[in-house]
């Protein structure tokens, strides 16, 4: 694999180095420990978020996710709650002590969404933004970055140099499904790059199998064929009520279904000496 | 998803059947104990498959697979033994038991696979010859149905469907990768289909992760995760020397590496409620 | 681009050798006229198959195709006339003089085929077919060989090096749409790929925009790009009636769309040094 | 293939309006006359934008094309000279007349590449990048959105709808090839989305084969197929010594090439009742 992969990669390559361990609140993802982020795919209203954070973390959760800025394919969807979003999360946070992962889009809004933010993420639609890479390399606090629904591994790596080469080497990793001609899931979970970065990087890798497959069924197998594959953590999209989700109800899970899954992964999690 | 499904699949389709189970020689496929099916992309040689015969049912493989007619891009290529080949597969057979799966090319060959085979297969460059979906139609031996790498699960499951509808109900998919823009993997192994297919269809589904990422060090992890996924079994290649064999060295196990993934599997076959 | 095509390939590659030219009854293919082989899709009926070869042979098309053998992705979807089809397909070159283009599926029913058949085209799902492709590799007749909608440029150059290894040399290539995730065409019509072949090969190539984009309105823009592209011919679907059609109504064109299509075609033949 | 486009697409979907003209400095996108935009991938000195925009210009071109600010896969590639390229630029069009057309990559450089360019191009890399298409629809100057090179052609117009309903409705859409499973060529040129996206919208379309194909020797037949598709002009990326570029060198043509290249457009646009 190593032939199709940059020889210029310097600080993402693996080569000699062991795994790196990316800390967020005293979280250890990259470790022996299997880490869970849960949350709506949007922010929605105080009570969405509050309760999902409440059930999330009952059910195991360690983090917890929700975007307030929202890349939507038409300027007529629901855009996110901005601020008022944020706002939302940091209370969530206060109550049940999770830490934070939202997604930032553009660099201007780097300061506001620093100022609530544990965990920022780049998404899909932004691993290409180079500016945006350079921005948070920039920063002193950890980076979940996804690949690209059409980036080759290669491609992704090169994403992460860039921010390790502008200075923060706090980078998590995060397979979310890549565009393919099948059109059964919503996009095509390639969980062999698991197992492909694990090698051929030390960055932590997690794995989003809501996006990747666009289905509430298809998550919980997903999600423990990610664990088994090798991943370090898990993001999961969960809503109180997924049928009147704003976005990407079809694949949330409801609180029940999200402890389920919780509880299942622990033993798959165990079969492959880690820990949940 | 059914709605990307056709409504006219009739016999493969899932309504509201129970999982099928496919019998090969005592062995059931789809019940509660997954299938581990093993062996070298190509007879090679006597000592080659008689040797690799040993090793995978020592390790635990319950069948031998190999193949004696190959369909190889390049008419330069080795294109398999033929006949000599399916002698030495039964000679195989019977001195370890393991049943034989092996490749039908077409249908004029068919008496002659017949009478050495346990397990017919349809490989993936085959899925569309609706003749030979036909021919197998008419036998009464279980076929192993590969998914086309260019095939979507609607294409697949009507694949499965000629040869229902053509007398034969023993039929076991096999996923075995996608082709997709990726080249970091020889295919994209699509493991969402696996519950997905077990959601849309009765028949027991099993991957093949040697093809699906071409790989030897990603066989391992790819093969835990299908199972976790709900796979009814898995496709292995194992070699005596993986690096000199005719074909598909660089994806091939060899014995020890073999017997350590069979392993690994158990765990998460226990993991998931199921044996090995 | 060589880099990336086999190196063993021999026959067809293109090293010196001028363009070769396939001769159908007198017609030639690969040299400086270009060709139009229109028809419906199946043949439906004697009226449909006789109407049609009058109207496209009074607007100018040279041969006329028509599929009596079908690869449908159902079982249950019409399968073609088999015997009858080739015998009204006869009929129809009797009255007009156009030679015929027909789908051969396998190799047992070579004779019949070629019996009827002045080009024996073999289709997309077939293009690995290998087995057919040696058939078809022993008989004197020209062959028109689809490229498989996942079939790379080097897959194909290798399937017709099978077909031209096994002794027939009159081999016309057809690019027809490769399958992507843009799913508003039918397929995607990968135009590049017919100066690539012209470059890398001595072959005739064609181009089926039917086919490649699945809908009505895009095929005259499209043939007239493959004209200007090098395309050494077309194959356009035409039907009487196409919003009846058994199978392709809506990539198919009805008569007046097709003369109208003949007659902007001439222009570009021209502009790129060609003629129809 | 209007059932698979957003039928919540307001400003840019065709309905019953007429084409759109987009003028640039007089010069008309999108009326009869096709125009030709050519240049350097990047800036790269005075002497090699001086000379080229002359060259150009001499050989036919309208406008002149040329990145200062690059957006490469690797952090250690060369990222433009920035604003020092950016006065090149304005040197060339001081001395040639010919307008400027150059990417924006971020927001926060928009007042500085405004001082500059006469028409912004959004990258492929940043056609989901919705708060610099935000940005860009607030200014009045013409927009050169590339599609995505993993984009449906109903994401690229969506793309399009967020300028258009930001307040400025100046923009041209640019197909420049899809990410596919085909590696002969860098990406695929889809040309089909041509007359796709004539038919669901008023705004012009311009092809650029240098990103598409990735190969010199394929740009002049995919340039006239892009005029015989109906494109309504061409980016053709152009060097004084390609095999000395920076970047893109493989598909740049030199001068000669070029030259000869715009006489053989003329006749395919006369073809096609367009003129060059």
Redesign the interface.
């Known amino acids: 694999?190593e032939k199709?992969?940059?020889s210029?990669?310097?600080l993402v390559a693996r080569r000699d180095r062991s795994d790196s361990v990316v800390e967020v609140n005293g979280i250890e993802i990259g470790a022996k420990k299997i880490v869970v982020i849960a949350g709506p795919c949007s922010v929605e209203s105080r009570s969405q978020i509050l309760e999902t954070a409440r059930a999330v973390k009952k059910a195991g959760a360690q983090m917890l996710r929700g975007g307030a800025f929202k890349?939507?394919?038409?300027?007529?969807s629901f855009q996110g709650l901005e601020e008022e979003g944020l706002k939302l999360l940091a209370e969530a946070r206060e109550e049940t002590g999770l830490p934070i992962v939202t997604e930032l889009?553009?660099?201007?809004s780097l300061d506001l969404v620093l100022s609530y933010a544990d965990v920022l993420q780049i998404g899909t639609?932004?691993m290409?933004?180079?500016?945006?890479l350079r921005a948070v390399g920039g920063v002193n606090k950890p980076i979940l970055l996804k690949r690209?629904?059409?980036a080759?591994?290669?491609?992704w790596l090169?994403a992460a140099?860039?921010v390790l080469?502008?200075g923060n080497s706090q980078v998590m990793l995060c397979e979310r499904g890549?565009?393919?001609?099948?059109?059964?899931?919503r996009f095509?979970?390639?969980?062999?790059?698991?197992?492909?970065v694990k090698?051929l990087s030390h960055l932590p890798v997690l794995v989003d199998p809501s996006h990747?497959?666009g289905?509430r069924?298809?998550v919980p197998?997903?999600s423990?064929?990610?664990?088994?594959?090798?991943a370090d953590g898990l993001l999961i999209e969960v809503h109180p009520q997924p049928e009147k989700a704003l976005s990407d109800g079809p694949q949330s899970l409801n609180f029940d279904e999200f402890g389920d899954l919780v509880q299942?992964l622990r033993?798959?999690a165990?079969?492959?000496h880690r820990s949940l």
């Open positions: 694999m199709n992969i940059s210029s990669l310097k890349p939507r394919t038409s300027p007529y889009m553009a660099p201007d639609r932004n290409y933004n180079y500016p945006l690209g629904f059409s080759t591994v290669d491609e090169n140099e860039y080469k502008s890549i565009r393919t001609f099948e059109n059964l899931t095509t979970l390639d969980l062999s790059a698991v197992p492909a090698k990747g497959t289905h069924s298809l197998p997903m423990k064929a990610a664990v088994a594959a090798g299942g033993l798959v165990e079969a492959v």
